[in-house]
């Protein structure tokens, strides 16, 4: 570009931030393509290489019936860990994002919304040995205790394993990881809730909780509901974590305490990671079919959940 | 029912920023009490340190003593909850809550204080609020709908409803029509000469004509300059205060020369 004519001066200004502009259309655009292109290619892949798993027997479905004896009680653990995950999380997320909301003084709530953020940081595999080391040892008194006084319900029936290794380890370690992104949602919303709202329960002589419970969950309930469904999208699909707490099985337990082999459920994800080293051949197939059922899990929850959010954000 | 209140050298703060400064009043039962004056000068933070509504924002207190009927209302064992039961409140926009339907909303602040409310009562109190809010004949086909749904002037008469529903003893009203049509106006205007005959109302308006129409009493509030805090300059009977008043500021805003 010439700098020397004042005509054309003038020129380099606009043709560049037009330039800038075409420049930043196709970059989003070719991003939006490859985005598509492989969310289109996973799903491709694991239907060509897991469908075929549908109607074999024997080695195509490791060794099982068919494909769905071998699949459900995976798929059941799956949901069994993510079910105790929101359980734990879901209160626990509430609470944090309310006290960052409207409980904490400004600093101390801006603290505490960091560090949670720096729990999403965290790489799956050190929750996995975090949930090891440490979750499962210092849980097995807890569970000693709840399997001494409520073991006769199955739940919660023994024997405890010393190492603490069981399917409610693997959930609380879950129920942390998902913490943070449902804790920032929640936390996103509360915050938004119309002042007049709230000064409306206020002057009725409401307490705070009373104000929270009038103006505020009213208007975050969808938002609530949609952080819900992101958090158990993320602790369905968590692999390290699970795999390194749960040996694998293919048990259909709603035994939350003991690791005994044929009394506890694995996860998908865990039993992918586990045994994926040493599939060959067919039963590479039937791990990749689980994985699809996985995919198609996640997906659909995490679907909803932009749905719910989606429809919240037209109706407020 | 309805109280009285004194303030006495009341200074209000947002942080160190002194907002109000050494305002002495005295507002008497079963009468309209309106507080006028320009933009910024402190009435809506002089109005919700009434009803200690000024604790909400972060950082806002008050100096100085308001007894409601001779109680300290910032004595140490008030519990500002429980101030703001006897002492209810109307905003500028109206501020139903948006999920709860017409019936709901009534109720709302009674199901604060009453632990299980029987349905006849329930019925009841809806009914008889909404007709103190002048509204009933208007939306008693429709009480299991949204709030939401009413205009604007309704939506505000329903706010009233509401606020009179827990049986306060004061209506503070910040400019509570500033978002209405005329119409709108007129009703709110003749159900506030209605509620005097129960409750002491003090309301805040820009509106020289309805302060002029709906108060027994005037204050008017002014800055002595920009940055300044705002002061209580004249408080007299509305009628003295809009023939006759004693300030010269005083006059030289009601007549429209500033302001
Ligand atoms: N939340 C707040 N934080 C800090 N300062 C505030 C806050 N609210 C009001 N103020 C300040 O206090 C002073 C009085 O404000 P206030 O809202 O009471 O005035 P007003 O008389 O009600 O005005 P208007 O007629 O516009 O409603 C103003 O200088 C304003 O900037
Ligand atoms: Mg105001």
């Known amino acids: ?316 | 029912m309805a109280k009285s209140i004194d303030v006495s050298d009341l200074n209000i703060y947002y942080g160190d920023f002194l907002a109000v400064e050494g305002v002495n009043i005295s507002i008497k039962a079963r009468a309209v009490t309106a507080l006028i004056g320009p933009s910024g000068c402190g009435k809506s933070t002089f109005l919700r340190s009434l009803n200690r509504m000024h604790e909400v924002i972060p950082g806002a207190r008050a100096e100085g003593k308001v007894m409601v009927d001779g109680q300290d209302l910032y004595a140490s064992d008030v519990d500002p909850v429980a101030v703001r039961r006897q002492i209810g409140m109307v905003f500028q926009r109206p501020n139903p809550f948006p999920t709860m339907s017409i019936y709901e909303n009534v109720l709302a602040g009674k199901r604060l204080n009453a632990k299980k409310l029987k349905k006849s009562e329930a019925d009841d109190l809806v009914e008889k609020s909404l007709r103190g809010a002048n509204l009933w004949t208007e939306v008693k086909d429709r009480l299991g709908k949204p709030g939401m749904g009413l205009s604007g002037g309704q939506q505000q008469r329903l706010c009233i409803a509401r606020a009179i529903a827990v049986e306060p003893e004061v209506l503070l009203m910040d400019e509570p029509c500033s978002a209405l049509d005329p119409i709108s106006t007129a009703a709110i205007e003749d159900l506030i000469h209605d509620l005097k005959s129960d409750y002491t109302i003090v309301i805040v308006t820009h509106n020289m004509q309805q302060a002029a129409r709906v108060s027994d009493d005037t204050g008017f509030f002014n800055l002595r300059a920009t940055g300044e805090p705002g002061q209580l300059v004249e408080f007299n009977p509305t009628k003295k205060m809009f023939t006759n008043p004693d300030n010269e500021s005083t006059e030289s805003y009601i007549s429209g020369r500033f302001g």
């Open chain 1, 1 to 316: 570009m010439s700098v020397t004519d004042p005509e054309t001066d003038l020129q380099p200004i606009g043709s560049t931030s037009r330039a800038g502009d075409t420049i930043f259309r196709g970059l989003a655009t070719a991003s939006a393509v490859v985005i598509v292109l492989a969310l289109a290619g996973v799903a491709a892949f694991l239907l060509a290489q897991g469908l075929p798993a549908l109607d074999g027997a024997g080695a195509r479905s490791y060794g099982y019936d068919n494909i769905w004896v071998y699949t459900g009680p995976l798929l059941f653990g799956t949901l069994l860990a993510s079910v105790i995950a929101m359980i734990v999380a879901t209160p626990l997320a509430i609470g944090v994002a309310l006290i960052i909301s409207h409980y904490a003084p400004r600093r101390f709530a801006k603290g505490l919304g960091w560090l949670i953020d720096l729990l999403a940081a965290i790489p799956s595999v050190i929750f996995g040995m975090w949930g090891i080391e440490f979750v499962a040892r210092n849980m097995v008194p807890v569970y000693n205790w709840l399997n001494d006084y409520l073991g006769f319900i199955p739940l919660f029936a023994g024997p405890v394993p010393t190492s603490g290794r069981t399917m409610m380890t693997a959930g609380l370690v879950l129920g942390v990881m998902a913490l943070p992104i449902i804790t920032a949602i929640c936390r996103e919303i509360f915050a938004q809730t119309p002042v007049m709202h709230q000064e409306a329960a206020l002057a009725l002589g409401a307490t705070r909780w009373e104000m929270i419970r009038l103006a505020v969950f009213p208007y975050a309930s969808s938002g609530m509901v949609s952080a819900i469904l992101l958090g158990l999208g993320r602790a369905l699909g968590e692999t390290m974590a699970v795999a390194l707490v749960l040996s694998p099985s293919i048990v259909v337990s709603f035994n939350l305490l003991t690791a005994e082999s044929g009394s506890s459920s694995s996860t998908i994800a865990a039993n992918i990671a586990l045994n994926f080293g040493n599939a060959s051949g067919s039963k590479v197939d039937a791990l990749i079919f689980t994985g699809l059922v996985l995919f198609v899990i996640t997906f659909a929850v995490n679907f909803l959940g932009r749905w719910v959010a989606a429809r919240a954000v037209k109706k407020g």
